[in-house]
Each structure stands twice: as structure tokens, then as C-alpha cells.
């Protein structure tokens, strides 16, 4: 079980957690934006094909399975995922776990993927540098760096994807996905009275 005093932020209720999810998604396209046309980057191919939408189904699969895993033989983990999914998913109801996939899996992929990994030569280091800025930005207090790390592993296998196939998509796909199913089996379980990551 989480324990609410091990974040050092207050928890939110559903509309300021929405609202928060929204402003966020606004001002991560906005950088990655201004960073395209300040810096002359071509954006990542987004090309939605049926190969690419099995491919970044398999990669959420496989990071839904990881994380599992990782949940259940990593107590620091599964104290500060439990911790941070009860901040940030415990207020919304269940339609609202759309929006949870779709804003973080769109305004955070064009970001991380789709501009930072060309302007930093959409090359391995690349993929590093961003998967490490990408796993700190899901910090949410100092107990959440487990979280941190896992979200960092999570950005690589991401922008790995984009790196070998070229293709926004691949990511985007994964991430919707991985965002979607983990957060209502966390939210499942709660509600029966489980952990479930």
C-alpha cells in the first residue's frame, strides 16, 4: 500500500489533475514547436500504418509486462509507482483514463521523439539524453526516483523505437497504449482491493 505522506505534493482533485494533464500537453507542444522552427528541425515521420500500429502495440506489451515484473520483485518501485499513479489517477474516473493516455502519449512523444531526438542528431546519445530528461520530468518528489528511473528505461525503449524505424508513430502507439492499459489495471485493482500494475 502507498503511503500519501511519501510525495511532497499535496494530492490533487480530478479537475485540477485534468486541468494540469491539458495545460501540460499545451506547453510541451509549444516548446517542441518553438524548438522546430527556432532550430530548423525536421519533425519525426509519422506514418500510421497497420505494421506500425502492431509494432507499437508490442512495445507497450512488452513495457506492460516489464513493469509488471519490475512491480512486483522491486519494492521501491512498486512504493513509488503506487504512489504516484494514487496522486495522479486515483481522482479520475474511469473515462477520463483516455485522456490520461492520449495527451501524455501525443504532446510528450512530438516532444521527447519527434523533436528533441532530431535536434540532438537522432543518434543513440540522442535517444539517452532524451529518455534521461523524459524519466526526470515524471519526478514528483524526492521518494519518486524509482519511478524516475523506470519512466527513464521506458523513454529509451521509446525513443530506441523511433530511432530504428524512423517512424513517430511506432512511439506515439506504444505510449497511448502503455499509458491506457496500465493505468486501468492500476485503477482495477484498486478497486478490488488489489495491486495491479
Do not use: C
Amino acid at each position: 500500500m502507498s503511503n500519501q505522506n511519501s510525495s511532497d505534493i499535496e494530492p490533487l482533485t480530478r479537475t485540477q489533475i485534468l486541468v494540469v494533464m491539458g495545460v501540460t500537453a499545451i506547453i510541451l507542444l509549444i516548446i517542441a514547436k518553438v524548438w522546430q522552427r527556432l532550430g530548423s528541425v525536421a519533425l519525426l515521420e509519422v506514418e500510421l500504418t497497420s505494421q506500425a500500429f502492431l509494432f507499437g502495440m508490442g512495445l507497450s506489451g512488452g513495457i506492460i509486462v516489464a513493469s509488471s515484473l519490475i512491480y512486483r520483485l522491486w519494492p521501491a518501485y512498486r512504493q513509488s509507482a503506487d504512489s504516484y499513479l494514487e496522486l495522479v489517477i486515483k481522482p479520475l474516473v474511469w473515462p477520463d483514463l483516455i485522456w490520461l493516455g492520449l495527451l501524455p502519449g501525443l504532446s510528450e512523444e512530438l516532444l521527447f521523439r519527434g523533436v528533441m531526438l532530431p535536434a540532438l542528431g537522432f543518434d543513440l546519445l540522442a535517444v539517452i539524453v532524451s529518455s534521461m530528461v523524459f524519466g526526470v520530468l515524471h519526478l514528483s518528489g524526492v521518494q519518486q526516483w524509482p519511478y524516475v528511473v523506470w519512466a527513464t528505461v521506458v523513454g529509451f525503449a521509446l525513443g530506441y523505437s523511433a530511432l530504428v524505424t524512423g517512424n513517430l508513430a511506432i512511439p506515439i502507439v506504444a505510449h497511448i497504449i502503455t499509458n491506457w492499459v496500465s493505468s486501468s489495471l492500476w485503477k482495477l485493482g484498486k478497486s478490488q482491493g488489489d495491486v495491479v500494475s
